[in-house]
């Protein structure tokens, strides 16, 4: 039987990079998936050979306008629409459907968070696109809604995750998270031109204002007891190369701590992770060495001058850190091998 | 029955875009094809892991000195070694062997041209490997020995073969092709360093100097009538990208020509060809989408006042310039589907 | 006495680097120039520190309108508007002012051609902005108005003009020129965003539809026999980096011409100009070793196989290309030291 | 009077940057500064033209080798060596010369922390050349011996002091600096190749293992009591650009420290100082708008969730946090105007 899939907002960075992986699963050459509506709103009309000449197999293909109707009588849908957007088609679409949203509607289980930081009603909170975090891989392949994590906490969260169940640290982060500029979407923008980002650093959102910070402090409180109160700031920083998250967290370590306990629960904690390898000591996370890939490369640091653990994780943020975690996600939710269709291996250099 | 592949000089950027590859082939997760050898010089004794940590699957194989021993007993010998040292290793290897050489070695047919370029004496020239040059697919079916093109051939090759063959111009090509960084190599070189090239913009080996010019001038030549003498002359161009060439190609239209006879002539030449897209009017090849695939975007223009045409054409230098196309012809040799394991989606943006 | 210049369209790229360089002009430090009146039409009413915050000491100014009023009163005014804006700028200015235009109006004197890439009634023409040009310096010396020349045909024209004028080549041009993102503006469009040049390269306008085109064409025809008709298809490459210009010429040697009279021919044509440096046998020029300043490096390669001329041709499209020959020229037309205030040594690595 | 100066390592890029600024020196223009012994040691007997084609003017200098004869004789002595050898030059060089060294040789007080860092032994302290540190201009001035500050160090430090001066913050620093390419100076390396960089980011010596991190803990501990035991974690990023440094510096703010405070310290710490610009409320430092220049672009923001102070800070690491310093400390030390031929303007974009 065939598994029909539809992708709104198809013609951004997002809906772009689901489309790339769909075309590569082994369910797609099989024809057990298959690539059914593709929506966008102001590309609505258009070929996606004009709009992603990077999809060749697609290039007949037109987008239709993003509605329900257009999005009805698949059996997965993806939402790769801006926030807000997302909630409201969502509403719209049959309980039956594999829904799974790339936006940030759905994440937070904090109806106060999301108001502080998005200004608008709390949608609610579906079932949260980490299967790497304890417990959430099972409530995935149960699910007919998924919210997939946003790109920071996924590296965030992946990162710092053994210290924090493992009890290594103190709930104290401090988050600094280079990006590539894809993250910013396809959108036109003075700041975002090849002229403002080549050649360039600078940070943006800066400590905490950021919209991923209350979804980092979610993942980072659900493994603690109930009395502690983590701290987190976050600060991205914007660099220039095109796609690639370099997360890097540092957290004062709980006394008695040292390099091997560390290494030792960081090696264990991913041991059965298909996603998340723990590099040998001395190796650095580059993020070349995860572009176009569903792998987290991680390293662990310990600074016992300054009593500090360091993380550093890497990741591909439109694939891990969005569409690669979305179809991960769709697979676990189908029944099919979690890796399927997933590249471990990057197109490096 | 189980094929077995051996990769001679692994470790270099064109031998991990094999592995990259063969990692992806649907034949290597069936089985069918195994990853056996996998061979260096100066990394000799190192792991996959230290060496390419883009692939994790392969992270605990360890690199082996590259000598015909080590390369014995496999079914398929990939060489991604220097010019000279192919030849010298490939002397080596049994005939009944599948072997495929991504160097410089057998491609050319004209043993002066290849002392004037090389000056070392020819090594022989063997079935050519780029099947969409009319008459080679089948050679290469029947071949146990493929010389994989060079890559800026492979661009200029594809780009203008249908104008050549469709005699609608003087075999008069001025070429200037820009390309990535990753196309000089894994090599330390003050000239290649990041400070160097971010940034910047250089030609080198101007005006018919580069190795890679006899190549053009042997694949124009031959659809051409034995008296006529075709000028190339090639200029490559650094450009700060990793990967990515644009060739343009510039010749006299010859009279008469127009831009409807152009638009058919290309469409038709490569309306059954997998990897080469002839773009719809008004649409420019651009490297980011080809990278990590075997396709050539091919866009040919007609300047009315000047007379000329002026062809551009992008792909990847590591994939179809040299990786993608050694695949390409190993597919072909093996009997497997000739685009099996060929990303035709590319990692965009 | 104190010339006091306004800068309209001082928020844009143009704009911006006209300013950089009269901040460091020593008569600047003097007091014998002023900056006054900076115009803009989007960004009126904002400060230079919001907009252009690598100019801090101007960062208090404000822009205002640009209108000729607010250009009143000041004895120079560079006019960095997109073209037809200028013209209709220009037309309210005093004669007794000294107006600097870095758009196109004024700088083809053949209406026919204007009408044919522009559309519109053509202005006028003014004196051209390359003193490098044989006759031009003295016309600038003496001129109320002065047309800055495009940015690709500064380089393509001070590269072949001793070629040209030497009588060494068949006037028959094919141009690759490949340039960095600067030169498309400061405005927001999809293309242009770091996440589609990043990593990309692409050809646009080509076949000789870009709009220098006619501009490189009256620069080569000026130095020829009346009844010759020069031949050039120019077709620009966009690549990722900010600044920077790489022209290629391609063309067809006269029978006899050889490397040595090229060599020649080039050093004595240049050897008295500060801002055209042909560089050594075997030095390529770099773009990163011009950025920043109002340099053109240039080489000439003979290759003898196909009968052609190649030249190479480096400068800074903001700079030399645009901002910096407009200073120049500035220099000139008020009798202060050519050079002035205008780098020759560069921002590199 | 004329003051020649010798620059030793003048081929490396610290010193090909000192070279440029000479070059635009108001006091070289008169002739008051003349560029005498430019000293290489791989590079010894090449020519400036070959070497370092972006300073056109000294082309025909050539460099010779590096000994204490040829920078005898000079009134200025610029070392622009790999630590260990300026230490061994310095020792060679008179008394009355002003040696102003680029290494780390002589920016550490503390024998020990040099022996921990750099293993060898400890060659002494000179005074240190921030001149924007309390106390350090007037040692500056009277000296005939300046240690230049490293690139990470000044950006930190000028970035957190004025919350250490001002009693705002616990000294217990998580600083992540994000560099550009050129920092790791112009050796032949595969990990610093352009395939290697561009279009990837990477960590390196995480974790208070590099070696700019003693002389960070320096900086901050000479302004806080002698008991208080500053604990400083510094990690640097590598990022795909030449030139710039973002550092950003998290820290404890102290209890009820807030914004406005943060903000009014700030503005008036550096209200003086020409080369520290603290940016308005809501603007980023970009590292494209120091670029060249010997700016220091600062923001200070606070993260009341968390409690905690997020500096970010952006320079270039070549002009200010290199040879701009050297630049700034020799004109205290000649009694020239501090800001003579250091540019505030940036080339950007």
Sequence with gaps: MTISIAVAGASGYAGGEILRLLLAHPAYATGELEIGALTGHSTAGASVGELMAHLPQL???????TTAENLAGHDVVFLALPHGHSAEIAGQLS??????????????????????????????????GIPEM?????????????????????????????????????????????????????KAAVALLGAETMGSLRAYNPGGKHRHTPEIVQNV????????????????????????????????????????QIRKVYEDFYAQEPFCLVLPEGQQPETQNVVGT????????????????????????LCKGTAGGAVQCMNLALGLPETAGLPMAAVAP
Excluded at 59 to 65: F, N
Excluded at 221 to 239: D, G, I, N
């Design 59 to 65: 290039r007949q293909r037109r987008i239709v306008e």
């Design 95 to 128: 309980p039956d459907v594999l829904v799974i949203d790339c936006a940030a509607d759905y994440r937070l289980r904090d109806a106060d968070a999301w108001q502080q930081y998005y200004g608008t009603q709390h949608a609610g909170s579906w079932p949260y």
């Design 134 to 186: 304890p417990g959430h891989r099972q409530a995935i392949v149960q699910a007919r809604r998924v919210a997939v994590a946003g790109c920071f906490p996924t590296a965030v969260t992946t990162g710092v995750l053994p210290a924090v169940v493992g009890e290594l640290i103190e709930p104290d982060l401090s988050v600094i998270a280079v990006t590539g500029v894809s993250g910013a979407g396809k």
């Design 221 to 260: 409180r659900e493994y603690l007891a109930p009395e502690a109160a983590p701290k987190v700031t976050f600060t991205p920083v914007l660099a220039p190369l095109t796609r690639g998250i370099l997360a890097t967290v540092t957290a004062p370590l709980l006394p008695g701590v040292g390099p091997e």
């Design 294 to 317: 569903n792998m987290v490369h991680i390293q662990a640091h310990v600074d016992q001058t300054a009593g500090k653990l360091i993380v550093t994780a890497a990741l591909d943020n």
